[in-house]
C-alpha cells in the first residue's frame, strides 16, 4: 500500500483541511504496516498558478511543513517533502501533458471557479493543473489518496490520465501506472465556511470569520463559534431534521467528526436545545482538542533549520521512490536518454 497526498502552503492549515485530510493522514500513517509507505508532500509548484508573494510561499511552506508534523506526520515514519525539491514531478507532468485531453481539463470546477469571469486572464498552469496532480500520485504508484471530497474530481482525472497513458503505450501485462484510488471521510468529506453553510470552509475566503485556523488561540475559537451563522431553531433530535439546514449541519458535522462519533449521537445529546448551548461546547470541544496542536506548531515553526533539514531528507527519499517510474514514463513514450 502506497498512501500518497498532498497539501497547498497557501496561509494558515484551517479544520477544514484537518478534519477532511490532515486527520487521515495520521491515522493512515500511524496504522502502517511494514509494507507500506506514506508520502506527504507541500504542494508548492501548485501555489504559483495564482499570484502570489515569492517571500511569503517561501514562509509558507515551511510553516506548513510545521503545522503538518504538529498534526502528528511523523518524519521519521512518514516521508514529508516539497515538490519543488523533486524535479520528477514536473517532468512527470511534462510527459502526462501529452496524455491529458484539453477537453477533461476544461471540464474541471476548481479552474472555472478560480479563474471565474476571467478565463482569459488566468495562468495556463491553473488549467494544467489536475496534471501536476495526477504526476504528483502518480509518480509514487500511490495507492490510496487521502482528501477532502473537493479534490475527488481531480483524482478521477489523474485515474483517467494513468488509463490512458497505460492503454497508449504499455503492454497489457507492464503497465507504469497504478490507478490510484481516494480515499474521503463520510463525516468530514466537506467541512463549510462558519459565514455560510453552503460554501466550503477555504484558504481563499477573505473573512477569517469563516474559518477556524490551526494558529487560533482558545478564545479566537470560542468568538469564531459564537459569531458562526446559524438559524433561529433548536437543533433537532434526527438527522433528517438538518435537511435544509446547512450552517446547522455543518456545526453538527464538526462536533461530531471532533468527537469521534457520529450526527444522530450528537443529537440525541443536544437535540431540542439552543445554539445558545451548542455553541459553547462545540467551542470548548475544538479548543480542547485543538490546543495542543497549535502549541506543538508555535514551538515548531521558529525552527527554520530542523524544518529545512526534514523536507531535504524526505525529498531525498522521495527521489528515489519516484526514479523507477519517472524513467519507465519516459521509455514507454520512446524518448532517447543516453
Ligand atoms: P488544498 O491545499 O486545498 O487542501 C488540502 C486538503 O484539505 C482538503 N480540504 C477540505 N476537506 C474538507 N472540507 C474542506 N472545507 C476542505 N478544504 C480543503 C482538500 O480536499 C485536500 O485534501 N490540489 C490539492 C493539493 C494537491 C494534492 C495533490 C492532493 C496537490 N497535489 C495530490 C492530493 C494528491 C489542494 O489544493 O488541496
Known sequence: MRIVSGIQPTGNLHLGNYLGAIRNWVRMQDAMDADSQCLFFLADLHAISMPHVPAELNAATLEMAAALVACGIDPDRSILFNQAQVPAHAELQWLLNGTARMGWLSRMTQFKDKSGKNREGASVALFTYPVLQAADVLLYQASHVPVGE??????????????????????????????????????????????????????????????????????????????????????????????????????????????????????????????????????????????????????????????DAILARGALKAREIARPTLDAAYKALGLVRG
Not at 462536533?255 to 461546547?281: H, I
Open 150 to 307: 473537493d479534490q475527488k474530481q481531480h483524482l478521477e482525472l489523474a485515474r483517467d490520465v494513468a488509463q490512458k497513458f497505460n492503454n497508449d503505450f504499455c503492454t497489457e501485462d507492464a503497465p507504469v501506472f497504478t490507478l490510484p484510488d481516494p480515499i474521503i471521510p463520510p463525516e468530514a468529506a466537506r467541512i463549510m465556511s462558519l459565514r455560510d453553510g453552503t460554501a466550503k470552509m477555504s484558504k481563499s475566503d477573505p473573512s477569517e470569520m469563516s474559518r477556524i485556523s490551526l494558529t487560533d488561540d482558545a478564545d479566537t475559537i470560542m468568538q469564531k463559534v459564537r459569531k458562526a451563522k446559524t438559524d433561529a431553531e433548536p437543533l433537532p433530535s434526527e438527522k433528517a431534521g438538518l435537511e435544509g439546514r446547512p450552517e446547522a449541519a455543518n456545526l453538527v458535522g464538526i462536533y461530531a467528526t471532533m468527537a469521534g462519533t457520529d450526527v444522530e449521537s450528537v443529537l440525541r445529546d443536544f437535540g431540542g436545545e439552543g445554539f445558545g448551548k451548542f455553541k459553547p461546547a462545540l467551542g470548548e470541544l475544538l479548543a480542547e482538542q485543538l490546543g495542543p496542536i497549535s502549541a506543538r506548531f508555535s514551538e515548531l515553526k521558529s525552527d527554520r533549520e530542523s524544518l
